[in-house]
């Protein structure tokens, strides 16, 4: 660079700059070609499936029910939640965010049972954090187990994709083997049920729960950009629910699971759910690699002596 004069150096430097913009919307971020798993299955109508959880007002069911609004505005965020418990299984939505100046709002699909183990409840969590300043959404995961509220174990991603524009789907495996979280059919996270892992692995039935909320405190350094309720409602829009696992009966108590012969530790057929394949795991690899930009298995500031899982390869 030293040797170029200066009325080169600057168009160079132009050239240089555009160039790695463009390959960072078209290079990294095409994903890989997976198993589209979220093809196997049949979708829930939300009528059905979830009943309000709060916000009644707020919830707005289209399409016979195939699709549900859920809108924050000050009056209220709303959520819904489904009226089966599950223990392991699939679990899916096509979500659309928001679009426009989203700083402060939470959009989440994720599954607990703290309203019945309040002290020991067990959580796994997609939650989809707008951007402090512009449009940008992130995603962020999440694992709590035996009520290991404590120890926080999030991971957050970039996205390859403008998540306003169009529904993508956002996935969670949960059985006896592991836990996944997938964007697209790809995996970002696998949390394996190791030793290591196992005091604070998921056990116990879970309710699943769309929802969305005003995150100011909780999302964005503390109150430093919070929703700004010029621009609402945000509203997000949830389609193509899965939830095919095994159901705990509220009334009966007792648990079934949605394909016969099939058990509650492998609720779910087929050989990608209880391993991860090559394909999905080179994925997974290059999801890691490219998008994601936290994991507290590597923030030595927060955890002086990480958690146990984090030192296993
Ligand atoms: C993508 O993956 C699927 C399933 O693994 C495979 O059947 C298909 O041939 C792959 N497509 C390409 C273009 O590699
Ligand atoms: C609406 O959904 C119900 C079941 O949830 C179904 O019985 C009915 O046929 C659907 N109606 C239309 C118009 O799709
Ligand atoms: C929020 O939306 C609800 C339902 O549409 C409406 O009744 C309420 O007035 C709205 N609140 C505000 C502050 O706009
Ligand atoms: C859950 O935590 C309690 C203490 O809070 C502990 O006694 C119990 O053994 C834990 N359960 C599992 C399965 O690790």
Do not use: I, Q
């Given at each position: 660079m030293a040797l170029l004069p200066k009325n080169v150096f600057f168009p160079a430097l132009l050239v240089f700059c555009l160039t790695v913009e463009v390959l960072a919307r078209n290079g990294p971020y095409t994903p890989p070609n997976v198993t589209?798993?979220?093809?196997r299955f049949s979708h829930l109508s939300y009528n059905r499936g979830f009943s309000e959880f709060y916000g009644g007002p707020n919830i707005q069911l289209i399409s016979n029910g195939s699709i549900v609004n859920i809108k924050l505005n000050k009056s209220s965020g709303s959520g819904l939640v489904s009226q089966n418990k599950y223990h392991y299984g699939f679990f899916s939505a096509a979500i659309k965010l928001p679009a426009g100046f989203s700083s402060g709002v939470v959009v989440a699909f994720y599954m607990s049972n703290a309203d019945v183990f309040p002290h020991n409840h067990d959580e796994i969590d997609i939650e989809l954090l707008g951007h402090e300043k512009n449009k940008d959404w992130v995603l962020q995961t999440n694992i709590y187990g035996n009520g290991s509220v404590s120890t926080g174990r999030e991971e957050k991603f970039r996205l390859w994709f403008d998540p306003t524009a169009q529904f993508h789907h956002y996935s969670i495996i949960w059985n006896s083997h592991h836990i996944v979280f997938l964007v697209d059919d790809v995996p970002v996270r696998e949390a394996p049920h190791t030793v290591a892992f196992s005091s604070v692995y998921p056990s116990k039935p879970m309710s699943v729960y769309a929802t969305i909320w005003d995150g100011s405190q909780w999302a964005t350094h503390g109150g430093k950009y919070p929703v700004n309720y010029k621009y609402a409602p945000f509203v997000a829009s949830f389609g193509e629910m899965v939830m095919d696992g095994c159901k705990l009966?509220?009334?009966?108590a007792a648990q079934s699971c949605?394909?016969?012969?099939?058990?509650?530790?492998?609720?779910?057929?087929?050989e990608e759910f209880v391993k991860l394949s090559r394909q999905q795991s080179m994925a997974m690899e290059w999801s890691r690699k490219?998008?994601?930009?936290?994991?507290y298995c590597r923030d030595p500031s927060r955890y002086k002596v990480l958690p146990p899982e984090c030192n296993v390869k």
């Open positions: 589209r798993l979220t093809d009966n509220p009334t009966e949605s394909k016969s012969g099939l058990s509650s530790l492998d609720p779910v057929d087929g490219h998008l994601m930009f936290y994991s």
